[in-house]
């Protein structure tokens, strides 16, 4: 007669490891405290921390989709976000269209037909917050809301990188209000790229979100620090108060309803 021992297996532990919770939350404070310091540097110091803020920002955004949604949405997101941005900015430096006539500057670092590498991982840290606040309260317009608010996030971005000379605009017809640099036509560029991307991420992407998922709090704080630093930054250092204020009053109205629906407990 033989006695059999039984060996229970040892059940995985799902969820996220505290590793990857820490390297999330230091990507998204590393891209805010990088922000916080861009009034405060010039010349190559101020060149090197506006491409750093966008790569540790758009992999930010990759390992959040990544802990909340899992490896076929981060696998997922990262390439057709950014194919997307490098295809509409190739388009649109060669074509002027759908953002008007501009060109990139060579600060930024290597260029693929005439677009920065870096331009498109701008991308990748923008379209997964627009995302994700869509999804939360948009219902069936996740792309009319998503498109809105990367739009409305552009109007804080371009002036900034217009005044610090990382692109240059042809401004031939009407201007973006309280921004003579910057033609109307790249706002409504942005309205209809970012309508196309987030319509097509949306149908493309998961929503059904991991048992144990990263907190939205790290997406919520990039989009209430682009907010506020938008405000306070035009207002008190670079001197533009209508573009301070215009901009809030869009973006806010925008966000209001996002972080309504936050504290309310919804999920996306």
């Known amino acids: 007669m033989s006695i059999r021992h039984y060996n229970p297996r ?19 404070g590393a891209t805010i405290a990088l922000q916080i310091s861009y009034p405060l540097i010039h010349g190559d110091a101020l060149r090197i921390v506006t491409i750093a803020t966008v790569y540790c920002g758009a992999l930010a955004m990759v ?14 997101y990262l390439p057709i976000a950014a194919l997307f941005g490098l295809g509409v900015e190739i388009l649109g430096v060669h074509t002027g269209w759908p953002f008007g006539v501009y060109q990139y500057d060579s600060s930024l670092g290597f260029a693929l037909f005439g677009v920065p590498l870096v331009v ?12 994700i606040a869509a999804r939360r309260i948009a219902g069936n317009w996740i792309f009319l809301y998503g498109g809105t608010l990367l739009a409305a996030w552009d109007l804080f971005l371009d002036p900034q990188m217009v005044a610090a000379s990382r692109w240059k605009w042809e401004v031939t017809g009407s201007h973006l ?49 682009t907010l506020f630093a938008g405000f306070v930054g035009n207002l008190f250092f670079f001197h533009r108060p209508g573009l301070a204020f215009f901009g809030a009053v869009i973006m806010g109205a925008l966000l209001t309803p996002y972080f309504f629906s936050s504290w309310l407990g919804n999920k996306d």
């Open 177 to 225: 209000p309280f921004t003579p640099e910057i033609p109307l036509s790249n706002l409504f560029g942005w309205l209809l790229a970012g309508l196309v991307i987030t319509g097509f991420l949306n149908l493309t992407l998961p929503r059904e979100r991991r048992k144990e998922t990263a907190s939205l709090a790290v997406v919520d704080a990039l989009l209430l620090w």
């Open 120 to 131: 498109p991982f701008a991308w990748v840290m923008m379209v997964h917050p627009a995302l």
């Open 63 to 76: 390992l959040h989709g990544h802990l909340s949604y899992g490896a076929k949405y981060s696998t997922r």
């Open 10 to 28: 040892r059940r995985r532990r799902g969820g996220i490891s505290p590793r990857a919770k820490s390297l999330l939350a230091l990507l998204v």
